[in-house]
């Protein structure tokens, strides 16, 4: 179980508020030890097919992300792997997860990391919503982002949930949605 929002008490049962907890289905380690060997068969044939060479490491998951398997490729120029705003990557792991979900019949929650590209991405995500949110309080405009993913319009609001005087809102449809930065009150 993994606790999303603590909940408040509040006096005399008014003003409380719930815990949000997030409750996941433990599988057995084989089970998982199995899936990875086969996520690691699958993408070892995709990049194969792809005609590129790396090689692939299994890592344990961060605890905070949803995923029951994390690959990390490493090798030399692995840019197209990644492509624009990691949109190949992300096409890549969706693809790997749809491909091994299906043949163990199961939901397999995969990540697939090159190069440390994601962790990057997440800091640079973070340091510019810190920077953001320095200059919506400096002069109090909004300031929308550019559209992204909703993974990383989540780690926009996740770093400004802490950032005092400013909020977060998500505006537009599909792929036109993007975070705008505001002054609170």
């Known amino acids: 179980m993994v606790v999303l929002k603590e909940g408040k008490p509040g006096f005399l049962g008014l003003g409380g508020e719930e815990a949000t907890v997030r409750v996941l289905r433990r599988q057995s380690e ?7 060997i086969l996520a690691n068969e699958v993408l070892e044939r995709l990049l194969s097919l792809m005609n590129v060479s790396a090689s692939i490491e299994q ?20 840019g197209i792997l990644i492509g624009r705003r990691g949109q190949t990557l992300s096409s890549l792991q969706y693809l790997l997860y749809l491909m091994v979900s299906h043949q163990l019949k199961a939901h397999v ?25 320095e200059r919506v309080m400096a002069t109090g405009q909004p300031v929308p982002l550019e559209p992204m993913p909703a993974s990383e319009r989540r780690i926009i609001h996740l770093a400004i949930q802490d950032y005092p005087g400013v909020i977060t809102q998500s505006i537009g449809e599909g792929e036109d949605r993007k975070v705008t930065i505001l002054k609170q009150g």
């Open 30 to 36: 084989e089970a998982r030890q199995a899936a990875a």
């Open 59 to 78: 890592k344990e998951p961060s605890e905070e992300g949803r995923a029951l398997i994390f690959l990390e490729i490493t090798g030399d120029d692995l």
């Open 109 to 133: 929650p995969v990540t697939i990391d090159v190069a440390g590209y994601r962790e990057r991405r997440q800091e640079a995500l973070k340091n510019l919503a810190w920077r953001m949110a």
